[in-house]
């Protein structure tokens, strides 16, 4: 199946532990980005990367590290979790990295801290 | 700052009868405009995108326009059915390589 895949799909972890989610892309697309959306259903763009180069860096807290082995790969790494950062986070990917591509999502990872 | 309004969280309609779902932007000035479809534990889905120098964009029962004097874009599904139960979120994105998300409208055809 051609897509954007996250692993894991349920997350529950305690506070302060470090968790790492990831993501593919089969599709040949050059840009990929990490979203996170909140209880609210707002969802907000974190980072993006395009051919493994970072572009978008929103203001994020420092502990979230994404890393891109490939452009192939988003990898999020999030260090000393803690409560407000419960939410779904969903990778997505596009073609280039020109705001008229559409983008295709990943299912997300829901990340429960407890 | 930049904001995205959807016109209600939740709407609800008669199978048969056409959707309209509401995009507003305030301080923002997008060269596009793309609407997607977003399922209960699933991720959003593409559905159609308009760019700013367009009124109208069609795709089978769907139907978006964008005016850009109102700052304003109209989501329309016509003849809905119950499947087309879902939130549909709009997203602009101008001269940054970024999409910018509304918070969504929750809408439930009832058969």
């Known amino acids: 199946d051609t897509a954007v895949s996250q692993t894991p799909k349920y997350l529950v972890t305690q506070m302060g532990n470090d968790k790492s989610i990831k993501c593919e892309q089969n599709?040949?697309?050059?840009?990929m980005y990490w979203y996170k959306q909140d209880s609210k259903k707002f969802l907000k763009i974190m980072f993006s990367y395009n051919n493994k180069e970072l572009i978008i860096n929103e203001t994020v807290p420092n502990r979230f590290s994404p890393k891109s082995p490939d452009k192939a790969h988003l990898n999020l790494h999030i260090n000393s979790l803690e409560l407000g950062d419960s939410a779904v986070y969903f990778c997505?990917?596009?073609?280039?990295?020109?705001?008229?591509?559409?983008?295709?999502f990943g299912p997300g990872t829901r990340l429960t801290v407890l | 700052s930049q904001k995205i309004e959807q016109n209600s969280e939740a709407l609800n309609i008669q199978e048969g009868k056409t959707a309209t779902l509401t995009c507003n932007y305030t301080?923002?000035?997008?060269?596009?405009l793309q609407w997607y479809r977003q399922d209960p534990g699933r991720g959003p889905v593409f559905l159609l995108l308009?760019?700013?120098?367009?009124k109208e964009k069609r795709k089978e029962r769907l139907k978006v326009t964008f005016d850009t004097t109102l700052k304003q874009s109209l989501f329309h599904i016509t003849a809905s059915q119950p499947a087309d139960s879902a939130t549909y979120l709009c997203?602009?994105?101008?001269?940054?390589?970024?999409?910018?998300f509304g918070s969504g409208t929750q809408l439930t055809v009832l058969p």
């Open positions: 997203a602009l994105s101008g001269s940054a390589r970024q999409l910018t």
């Open positions: 308009i760019r700013e120098n367009e």
């Open positions: 997505a990917s596009s073609p280039r990295d020109f705001s008229y591509n559409e983008q295709f």
């Open positions: 599709l040949g697309h050059d840009t």
């Open positions: 301080n923002y000035s997008p060269a596009y």
